[in-house]
T-cell receptor, first 114, second 117 residues
Framework: AQSVTQLDSQVPVFEEAPVELRCNYS??????LFWYVQYPNQGLQLLLK??????LVKGINGFEAEFNKSQTSFHLRKPSVHISDTAEYFC????????????FGQGTRLTINP | GAVVSQHPSRVICKSGTSVKIECRSL??????MFWYRQFPKQSLMLMAT?????????EQGVEKDKFLINHASLTLSTLTVTSAHPEDSSFYIC?????????????FGEGSRLTVL
Protein backbone atom coordinates (compact mmCIF):
# COMPACT_ATOMS: atom_id res chain seq x y z
CA ALA A 1 0.00 0.00 0.00
CA GLN A 2 1.00 3.59 -0.52
CA SER A 3 0.66 6.65 1.66
CA VAL A 4 1.43 10.30 1.10
CA THR A 5 2.23 12.91 3.73
CA GLN A 6 2.14 16.61 3.06
CA LEU A 7 3.93 18.08 6.02
CA ASP A 8 2.32 21.53 5.94
CA SER A 9 -1.44 22.01 5.95
CA GLN A 10 -1.10 25.75 5.32
CA VAL A 11 1.70 27.84 3.83
CA PRO A 12 1.40 31.64 3.79
CA VAL A 13 3.85 33.44 1.50
CA PHE A 14 4.31 36.98 0.32
CA GLU A 15 3.90 37.73 -3.36
CA GLU A 16 7.08 37.28 -5.43
CA ALA A 17 8.71 35.20 -2.69
CA PRO A 18 9.85 31.61 -3.32
CA VAL A 19 7.84 28.70 -1.97
CA GLU A 20 8.35 25.01 -1.29
CA LEU A 21 5.51 22.60 -0.55
CA ARG A 22 6.74 19.38 0.97
CA CYS A 23 5.61 15.88 0.09
CA ASN A 24 6.87 12.55 1.36
CA TYR A 25 5.55 9.16 0.40
CA SER A 26 5.74 5.58 1.53
CA UNK A 27 5.49 2.61 -0.81
CA UNK A 28 6.82 -0.94 -1.04
CA UNK A 29 6.81 -0.70 -4.85
CA UNK A 30 7.94 1.87 -7.38
CA UNK A 31 5.48 4.68 -7.97
CA UNK A 32 4.63 7.50 -10.30
CA LEU A 33 4.33 10.89 -8.58
CA PHE A 34 2.02 13.80 -9.24
CA TRP A 35 1.19 17.29 -8.04
CA TYR A 36 -2.32 18.62 -8.60
CA VAL A 37 -3.76 22.08 -7.90
CA GLN A 38 -7.33 22.80 -6.89
CA TYR A 39 -8.85 26.26 -7.12
CA PRO A 40 -11.97 26.99 -5.02
CA ASN A 41 -15.03 24.99 -6.03
CA GLN A 42 -13.22 23.33 -8.91
CA GLY A 43 -11.79 19.96 -9.76
CA LEU A 44 -8.11 19.15 -9.81
CA GLN A 45 -5.65 20.21 -12.48
CA LEU A 46 -2.34 18.47 -13.07
CA LEU A 47 0.69 20.66 -12.33
CA LEU A 48 3.38 18.12 -13.11
CA LYS A 49 4.27 14.46 -12.90
CA UNK A 50 7.33 12.26 -12.50
CA UNK A 51 7.31 9.01 -14.44
CA UNK A 52 11.00 8.29 -15.00
CA UNK A 53 14.25 9.89 -16.13
CA UNK A 54 15.43 13.27 -14.86
CA UNK A 55 14.52 13.76 -11.24
CA LEU A 56 13.79 17.47 -11.76
CA VAL A 57 10.39 17.90 -13.35
CA LYS A 58 9.02 21.16 -14.69
CA GLY A 59 5.32 21.80 -14.84
CA ILE A 60 2.82 24.50 -15.66
CA ASN A 61 2.66 27.97 -14.13
CA GLY A 62 6.37 28.01 -13.33
CA PHE A 63 6.28 25.14 -10.83
CA GLU A 64 8.87 22.41 -10.59
CA ALA A 65 9.44 19.41 -8.37
CA GLU A 66 12.35 17.16 -7.56
CA PHE A 67 12.08 13.45 -6.98
CA ASN A 68 14.42 12.17 -4.29
CA LYS A 69 14.25 8.41 -4.09
CA SER A 70 16.50 8.02 -1.06
CA GLN A 71 14.39 10.47 0.94
CA THR A 72 11.12 9.33 -0.68
CA SER A 73 10.23 12.95 -1.29
CA PHE A 74 8.73 14.96 -4.14
CA HIS A 75 8.75 18.59 -3.01
CA LEU A 76 7.11 21.26 -5.14
CA ARG A 77 8.82 24.62 -5.67
CA LYS A 78 8.29 27.94 -7.36
CA PRO A 79 10.90 30.70 -7.33
CA SER A 80 8.43 33.59 -7.31
CA VAL A 81 4.75 33.25 -6.53
CA HIS A 82 1.78 35.32 -7.65
CA ILE A 83 -1.57 36.08 -6.07
CA SER A 84 -3.14 33.73 -8.61
CA ASP A 85 -1.21 30.81 -7.11
CA THR A 86 -3.47 30.87 -4.07
CA ALA A 87 -5.03 27.39 -4.08
CA GLU A 88 -4.96 23.94 -2.54
CA TYR A 89 -2.12 21.69 -3.68
CA PHE A 90 -2.22 17.91 -3.55
CA CYS A 91 0.63 15.46 -3.89
CA UNK A 92 -0.32 11.99 -5.14
CA UNK A 93 1.29 8.67 -6.01
CA UNK A 94 0.29 5.72 -8.13
CA UNK A 95 1.98 2.31 -8.17
CA UNK A 96 3.68 1.12 -11.36
CA UNK A 97 1.45 -1.89 -11.45
CA UNK A 98 -1.84 -3.07 -10.11
CA UNK A 99 -5.05 -1.08 -9.81
CA UNK A 100 -3.15 2.17 -10.23
CA UNK A 101 -5.33 4.10 -7.87
CA UNK A 102 -4.11 7.57 -7.09
CA UNK A 103 -3.38 8.03 -3.40
CA PHE A 104 -3.54 11.64 -2.29
CA GLY A 105 -1.87 13.54 0.48
CA GLN A 106 -3.87 15.72 2.84
CA GLY A 107 -3.31 18.84 0.80
CA THR A 108 -1.49 22.11 1.45
CA ARG A 109 -3.30 25.41 1.36
CA LEU A 110 -1.03 28.01 -0.27
CA THR A 111 -2.00 31.58 0.51
CA ILE A 112 -0.24 34.43 -1.23
CA ASN A 113 -0.27 37.74 0.59
CA PRO A 114 0.33 41.05 -1.22
CA GLY B 1 -5.14 17.45 -22.64
CA ALA B 2 -8.03 15.14 -21.93
CA VAL B 3 -11.25 16.81 -20.80
CA VAL B 4 -13.68 15.49 -18.22
CA SER B 5 -16.99 17.24 -17.67
CA GLN B 6 -19.30 16.91 -14.68
CA HIS B 7 -22.91 17.94 -14.39
CA PRO B 8 -24.50 19.53 -12.48
CA SER B 9 -21.90 21.74 -10.83
CA ARG B 10 -24.28 22.56 -8.00
CA VAL B 11 -27.43 20.86 -6.80
CA ILE B 12 -29.71 21.49 -3.84
CA CYS B 13 -32.28 18.89 -2.92
CA LYS B 14 -34.65 17.99 -0.15
CA SER B 15 -33.88 15.22 2.28
CA GLY B 16 -35.14 11.86 1.03
CA THR B 17 -34.82 12.59 -2.67
CA SER B 18 -32.27 11.08 -5.06
CA VAL B 19 -29.73 13.03 -7.05
CA LYS B 20 -27.84 11.94 -10.15
CA ILE B 21 -24.43 13.36 -11.10
CA GLU B 22 -22.98 12.73 -14.55
CA CYS B 23 -19.34 12.43 -15.50
CA ARG B 24 -18.33 12.48 -19.15
CA SER B 25 -15.00 12.11 -20.90
CA LEU B 26 -15.32 14.49 -23.83
CA UNK B 27 -12.37 13.64 -26.06
CA UNK B 28 -11.27 10.18 -25.02
CA UNK B 29 -12.65 6.82 -24.05
CA UNK B 30 -12.42 5.93 -20.40
CA UNK B 31 -12.70 2.30 -19.41
CA UNK B 32 -12.16 3.34 -15.81
CA MET B 33 -13.56 6.29 -13.91
CA PHE B 34 -13.18 7.15 -10.27
CA TRP B 35 -15.55 8.92 -7.90
CA TYR B 36 -14.20 10.96 -5.02
CA ARG B 37 -15.82 12.80 -2.17
CA GLN B 38 -14.22 15.84 -0.60
CA PHE B 39 -15.17 17.36 2.73
CA PRO B 40 -14.39 21.02 3.41
CA LYS B 41 -10.68 21.71 3.71
CA GLN B 42 -9.85 18.04 3.40
CA SER B 43 -8.32 15.74 0.86
CA LEU B 44 -10.13 13.58 -1.67
CA MET B 45 -11.59 10.32 -0.46
CA LEU B 46 -11.94 7.63 -3.09
CA MET B 47 -15.47 6.25 -3.02
CA ALA B 48 -15.47 3.77 -5.89
CA THR B 49 -13.90 2.68 -9.13
CA UNK B 50 -16.30 2.57 -12.03
CA UNK B 51 -15.57 0.08 -14.82
CA UNK B 52 -17.35 0.24 -18.15
CA UNK B 53 -19.75 -2.63 -18.55
CA UNK B 54 -19.27 -4.10 -15.11
CA UNK B 55 -20.10 -3.42 -11.49
CA UNK B 56 -18.30 -0.68 -9.64
CA UNK B 57 -15.76 -1.51 -6.98
CA UNK B 58 -16.48 0.33 -3.76
CA GLU B 59 -13.97 1.34 -1.13
CA GLN B 60 -14.35 0.07 2.37
CA GLY B 61 -17.00 1.92 4.31
CA VAL B 62 -18.85 3.28 1.26
CA GLU B 63 -22.46 2.13 1.04
CA LYS B 64 -23.05 0.72 -2.44
CA ASP B 65 -26.83 0.95 -2.06
CA LYS B 66 -26.53 4.57 -1.08
CA PHE B 67 -24.17 5.62 -3.83
CA LEU B 68 -25.20 3.91 -7.06
CA ILE B 69 -22.64 4.00 -9.84
CA ASN B 70 -23.33 3.15 -13.44
CA HIS B 71 -20.74 3.14 -16.23
CA ALA B 72 -22.87 2.29 -19.22
CA SER B 73 -20.56 3.59 -21.95
CA LEU B 74 -16.90 4.42 -22.48
CA THR B 75 -17.61 8.12 -22.03
CA LEU B 76 -20.21 8.29 -19.29
CA SER B 77 -20.39 7.32 -15.64
CA THR B 78 -23.14 8.38 -13.26
CA LEU B 79 -23.29 8.61 -9.49
CA THR B 80 -26.74 8.54 -7.90
CA VAL B 81 -27.06 9.52 -4.27
CA THR B 82 -30.20 7.73 -3.16
CA SER B 83 -32.47 8.97 -0.38
CA ALA B 84 -30.10 11.83 0.30
CA HIS B 85 -29.70 13.21 3.81
CA PRO B 86 -27.91 16.32 5.07
CA GLU B 87 -24.82 14.30 5.96
CA ASP B 88 -24.47 13.45 2.26
CA SER B 89 -23.84 17.11 1.51
CA SER B 90 -20.38 17.31 0.04
CA PHE B 91 -18.27 18.04 -3.02
CA TYR B 92 -18.20 15.07 -5.37
CA ILE B 93 -15.49 14.84 -8.01
CA CYS B 94 -15.13 12.34 -10.80
CA UNK B 95 -11.99 11.49 -12.69
CA UNK B 96 -11.10 9.39 -15.68
CA UNK B 97 -8.09 7.81 -17.30
CA UNK B 98 -7.66 7.32 -21.05
CA UNK B 99 -7.85 3.67 -21.93
CA UNK B 100 -4.25 3.33 -23.06
CA UNK B 101 -2.72 5.30 -20.21
CA UNK B 102 -0.90 3.20 -17.63
CA UNK B 103 0.87 5.92 -15.64
CA UNK B 104 -1.92 6.45 -13.15
CA UNK B 105 -2.52 10.07 -14.20
CA UNK B 106 -6.14 11.09 -13.81
CA UNK B 107 -8.14 13.85 -15.45
CA PHE B 108 -10.71 15.45 -13.18
CA GLY B 109 -14.14 16.90 -13.67
CA GLU B 110 -15.06 20.29 -12.26
CA GLY B 111 -16.81 18.79 -9.28
CA SER B 112 -20.43 18.80 -8.12
CA ARG B 113 -21.46 20.44 -4.88
CA LEU B 114 -24.43 18.69 -3.33
CA THR B 115 -26.43 20.39 -0.59
CA VAL B 116 -29.18 18.37 1.06
CA LEU B 117 -31.68 20.40 3.04
Amino acid sequence: AQSVTQLDSQVPVFEEAPVELRCNYSSSVSVYLFWYVQYPNQGLQLLLKYLSGSTLVKGINGFEAEFNKSQTSFHLRKPSVHISDTAEYFCAVSPFQGAQKLVFGQGTRLTINP
Amino acid sequence: GAVVSQHPSRVICKSGTSVKIECRSLDFQATTMFWYRQFPKQSLMLMATSNEGSKATYEQGVEKDKFLINHASLTLSTLTVTSAHPEDSSFYICSARPGLDNTGELFFGEGSRLTVL
